[in-house]
């Protein structure tokens, strides 16, 4: 079964993808569609840059030198084999503003989960890390404890589109939120939702992530303290922002495989 990615790559209109336009793999990642500007504390929210290109996914600031991105904007292609040069990759560090403020930091080595194959079947593993050259100055975000279950409130951020269309062309440059819900795993049957991964709501059957999306946290508040619990990544193939509901990475599930890749270790867990 297809899906709609939610990165920011190059694609004209979210086709399961969420993922932003300006690259050679051509497919967009979505932005919050019915968001609102993000407000507080989002250091740890992290624009994917490739230099020259500009913004193509959205990423979260685990360790204070690594970045957790989805496994699919690891890639040039959108199901290509061959991921970025390291040297092409920078990250925005600590500002809501896209295109200023914070930090700009190189990257060091780019992971996708070794297991990852785009629509490959149930046991997905749409996550992967960016080793940064140099730690950033930011309070990193704090990874959940369990998979979140149905029902649990949570918010979503990213600097995708916000237009129902889908149009990727001139995307926000302020971090966007939008307020939603984890849903029953089989409202995301559609978006072939897979072992190690969440469903989310879409607010009045119209709100949701969009081109270059992809990778924005979803983040839960826990005892009044944000936790990094999913990885924004696709939704229904041919849905437009917002129609469907969105599949996104359980996080959690991942903790030994993001501890050691940022030990530089050789994980020794799948998830």
Known sequence: MRKTVIASIAAAALTGVLAAPAMAQDAVQPNLVGGSPATGETGWAVSMQIKGRGH?????????????????????????????????????????????????????????????????????????????????????????????????????????????????????????????????????????IGVYEICTDNPYGTDGPGGGDSGGPVVEMVDGEPRFVGIISRARDGALPGQDETVATDATAFRTWLYEKDRRVAATSAA
Not at 159 to 165: A, E, I, R, Y
Request: glycine share 10%.
């Open 56 to 192: 193509i996914c959205t990423g979260t600031l685990m360790f204070r030198d690594m970045v957790v991105i989805p496994s699919h904007c690891a890639f040039k292609e959108i199901g290509g084999t061959v991921p970025w040069d390291p040297a092409q990759v920078i990250v925005r560090v600590g500002s809501k503003d896209r295109t200023s403020g914070g930090e700009m930091l190189e990257v060091a080595r780019v992971d996708p989960h070794e297991k990852f194959e785009w629509l490959s079947g149930p046991e997905a593993y749409d996550v992967g890390a960016l080793k940064l050259a140099k730690s950033a100055n930011q309070q990193p975000l704090r990874l959940g404890g369990e998979t979140t279950k149905p029902g649990t409130k949570v918010t979503m951020y990213g600097w995708g589109t916000d237009l129902p269309s889908g149009d990727t062309k001139n995307l926000p440059r302020k971090l966007q939120k939008l307020d939603t819900t984890i849903v029953d795993r089989e409202k995301c049957a559609d978006a072939g």
